[in-house]
């Protein structure tokens, strides 16, 4: 069988999810994430940092692997769901509601964001999970009538969700959460109207 079709071995799959875990943990709790290092996940994980470079490669990797576990139950729900952030759901209630998902997201997960979008890996618009949120946007602003350039529309919309653009105003400009997701969420109605 080639390499690449092989199953992960149990132990190489439970290390994994150990990993994540340690992780998980870890970036949730500390007050500055790009200061967790590889030896310290792996530490928390009970693992050699050899397994932590095998299973992700690099630290931008093991990032995106945590980044994805944590999105993906909001990705199927937006991609699958029922209203409002499922298809066939008017695009004036679903533009609001998958920012408000993404911003809630960002809030939720500020520490692994902030990493993951400061890792270099080329920021965030490089990102897989990027391109599918923009490509959810961009589907449900070309069905607003009137509206051209939905392809701009859904970068300008998402660039309010930005990581570094969350922290900044909920962090040092002290901006409450409730204030922050209604004046997104009054912003993108506005673009649909």
């Known amino acids: 069988m080639p390499e690449s079709e092989r199953r992960p071995r149990k132990d190489a799959e439970r290390n994994r999810q150990a990993v994540l875990a340690?992780?998980?943990?870890?970036?949730?709790?500390?007050?500055?994430?790009?200061?967790?290092?590889?030896?310290?996940?792996?530490?928390?994980?009970?693992?050699?940092?050899?397994?932590?470079?095998?299973?992700?490669?690099?630290?931008?990797?093991l990032l995106r692997a945590l980044y994805e576990a944590r999105l993906e139950p909001l990705r199927q729900r937006a991609e699958a769901g029922p209203p409002p952030l499922g298809p066939g759901t008017p695009p004036q209630e679903r533009v609001p509601a998958l920012l408000d998902a993404i911003l809630c997201f960002k809030l939720d997960n500020r520490g692994l964001a902030l990493a993951l979008e400061e890792s270099g890996e080329g920021g965030p618009y490089q990102a897989e999970h990027y391109d599918r949120w923009h490509a959810l946007l961009r589907s449900a602003l070309a069905e607003v009538p009137g509206l051209t350039g939905a392809e701009f529309a859904a970068h300008a919309l998402l660039a309010a969700t930005r990581a570094d653009l969350v922290e900044r105003l909920t962090g040092r400009d002290g901006v409450p959460r409730d204030t922050l997701r209604a004046e997104l969420g009054a912003y993108a109605k506005r673009v649909t109207a």
């Open 22 to 61: 340690a992780a998980d943990a870890l970036f949730a709790s500390a007050e500055h994430p790009e200061e967790l290092t590889m030896a310290d996940i792996a530490t928390a994980a009970g693992v050699g940092k050899g397994t932590l470079f095998r299973a992700f490669g690099d630290r931008a990797g």
